[in-house]
Antibody
Framework: EVQLLESGGGLVQPGGSLRLSCAAS????????MTWVRQAPGKGLEWVSA????????YYADSVKGRFTISRDNPKNTLYVQMNSLRAEDTAVYYC???????????????WGQGTLVTVSS | QSALTQPASVSGSPGQSITISCTGT?????????VSWYQQYPGKAPKLMIY???NRPSGVSNRFSGSKSGNTASLTISGLQAEDEADYYC???????????FGTGTKVTVL
């Protein structure tokens, strides 16, 4: 069974940092692009970042560019996002998702992890 | 990159059909056949329902179907059932600096 399990969320002060992890199992992680999507409380989905299967190319939403860094460790089957200079508006549930099909050239997101909550507040 | 436009809510009686629209631009919905739809129950992760405009993943009911015309994509749920009550989001690949854009989301209510 394909599974994605996020961890690392929590409460952090504005300006602080946090690293989220997404542990993958049930598929050949190194052959899939991966992505992060977030959802602020009571709001819609917002794409955050994506990374190619080989980790050679990363993409970011304008709202996080320069503050977030996506990475992956293929031997460990794990996806990461390092979040720096956090703001109150970064408060959200963060989901990781696999990108089948054509990967970062328009692939769909399936499946999604259960999400991890990040709260930025003093 | 602005979010794709969806109606805030759509409702229907059991057995009826409903359609959710998703309007973008020629840089996203209109420019690529890379529209997908996701179902989300409260407190749960989104689930893929349709990909590449009209393809249904294995295990998704054939009551769900997708289509596209110009800059607007649509999700139709036929034979509406109580279990279809959820939030639905469209998404599209985009040629802008952001790779993907999501819709504003639609709450489906079964009367």
């Amino acid at each position: 069974e394909v599974q994605l399990l996020e961890s690392g969320g929590g409460l952090v002060q504005p300006g602080g940092s946090l690293r989220l992890s997404c542990a993958a199992s049930g598929f050949t992680f190194s052959t899939y692009a991966m992505t992060w999507v977030r959802q602020a409380p009571g709001k819609g989905l917002e794409w955050v970042s994506a990374i190619r299967s080989g980790g050679d190319r990363m993409y970011y939403a304008d709202s996080v560019k320069g503050r977030f860094t996506i990475s992956r460790d293929n031997p460990k089957n794990t996806l990461y996002v390092q979040m720096n200079s956090l703001r109150a508006e970064d408060t959200a549930v963060y989901y990781c998702a696999r990108v089948p099909g054509r990967g970062t050239k328009g692939g769909w997101l399936d499946p999604w992890g259960q999400g991890t909550l990040v709260t930025v507040s003093s | 990159q602005s979010a794709l436009t969806q109606p805030a809510s759509v409702s229907g009686s059991p057995g009826q059909s409903i359609t959710i629209s998703c309007t973008g631009t020629s840089s996203d919905v209109g420019g690529y056949n890379y529209v997908s739809w996701y179902q989300q129950y409260p407190g749960k992760a989104p689930k893929l329902m349709i990909y590449d405009v009209s393809n249904r993943p294995s295990g998704v009911s054939n009551r769900f179907s997708g289509s596209k015309s110009g800059n607007t994509a649509s999700l139709t749920i036929s034979g509406l059932q109580a279990e279809d009550e959820a939030d639905y989001y469209c998404s599209s690949y985009t040629s802008s600096s952001s790779l993907y854009v999501f819709g504003t989301g639609t709450k489906v209510t079964v009367l």
